[in-house]
T-cell receptor, first 119, second 113 residues
Framework: SQTIHQWPATLVQPVGSPLSLECTVE??????LYWYRQAAGRGLQLLFY??????ISSEVPQNLSASRPQDRQFILSSKKLLLSDSGFYLC??????????????????FGNGTRLTVT | AQKITQTQPGMFVQEKEAVTLDCTYD???????LFWYKQPSSGEMIFLIY??????QNATEGRYSLNFQKARKSANLVISASQLGDSAMYFC??????????FGTGTQLKVEL
C-alpha cells in the first residue's frame, strides 16, 4: 500500500533562518506531488506541484521554493523565513489523471503535515 | 472569484441525526472533479468521497453521500447517522484539467450528544 511521510511534525524557526521540509512517498511510482499551506482556521492554498523529477510549478509568488530530486521525494525550502511563512504545511501525492471522459478523478493523499512557527 | 464556496463556517448536529454540508463551485470546464475531505483536530486530511462531472449518479461511501446538482453547481455532503467522531473540519475541493485541488474555506462540524 502507498504511504506518505512528512517531517518534521512541528518546527519553530527564527525569522531569517533557512527552511527545509521533506516529503517522501512509498508504494507508488511517478506520482504527482503537491505542497499546500493552511493558515490558522483557513482552507488550503496550493503552493507547488510537480508532475515529474525536476518539474516544479509554482502557484503563488512567495518566499518559498520546491524541488523534486527523486521520483518520490518533494522538498520545500526557503533561504530566509518571514513571519508570514508560519502555517501548517501539507504534502500530498496523487496518481496521474486517467481517462478522457472520467476527468480529473484521482484524490490527493496527504501527509500528516508540518506545523511551522516563525518567531 | 471564489471557485469553491462553503457558506457554513460552523454546524451543529445531534448524534445519530443526518447533516448536510453545503458546497457550491464555479467552473466553465465541462470536465472536473469534486472532493470532500475531513480534517480532525490532529490536522491530517482524510479523503471522504469523489464525484466526477460526468458521473450520472450521486457518489456514496458508507455514511457519506454527495448530493450533486450540476445545473446549480452544488455538491453538498450528506453525513447520515452522525457520530461523535465526525466532529471535524470538512473541506470541499474541486479539480479541473488535472489534479490541482482548489479548496473551500471549510465547515466546522460539531456532533453533540
Amino acid at each position: 500500500s502507498q504511504t506518505i511521510h512528512q517531517w518534521p511534525a512541528t518546527l519553530v524557526q527564527p525569522v531569517g533562518s533557512p527552511l527545509s521540509l521533506e516529503c517522501t512517498v512509498e508504494g507508488t511510482s511517478n506520482p504527482n506531488l503537491y505542497w499546500y499551506r493552511q493558515a490558522a482556521g483557513r482552507g488550503l492554498q496550493l503552493l507547488f506541484y510537480s508532475v515529474g523529477i525536476g518539474q516544479i510549478s509554482s502557484e503563488v509568488p512567495q518566499n518559498l521554493s520546491a524541488s523534486r530530486p527523486q521520483d518520490r521525494q518533494f522538498i520545500l525550502s526557503s533561504k530566509k523565513l518571514l513571519l508570514s511563512d508560519s502555517g501548517f504545511y501539507l504534502c500530498a501525492w496523487s496518481v496521474k489523471p486517467t481517462g478522457f471522459f472520467s476527468g480529473p478523478n484521482s484524490p490527493l493523499h496527504f501527509g500528516n503535515g508540518t506545523r511551522l512557527t516563525v518567531t | 472569484a471564489q471557485k469553491i464556496t462553503q457558506t457554513q463556517p460552523g454546524m451543529f448536529v445531534q448524534e445519530k441525526e443526518a447533516v448536510t454540508l453545503d458546497c457550491t463551485y464555479d467552473t466553465s470546464d465541462p470536465s472536473y472533479g469534486l472532493f470532500w475531505y475531513k480534517q480532525p483536530s490532529s490536522g491530517e486530511m482524510i479523503f471522504l468521497i469523489y464525484q466526477g462531472s460526468y458521473d450520472q449518479q450521486n457518489a456514496t461511501e458508507g455514511r457519506y453521500s454527495l448530493n450533486f446538482q450540476k445545473a446549480r453547481k452544488s455538491a453538498n455532503l450528506v453525513i447520515s447517522a452522525s457520530q461523535l467522531g465526525d466532529s471535524a473540519m470538512y473541506f470541499c475541493a474541486m479539480s479541473e484539467g488535472g489534479n490541482k485541488l482548489t479548496f473551500g474555506t471549510g465547515t466546522q462540524l460539531k456532533v453533540e450528544l
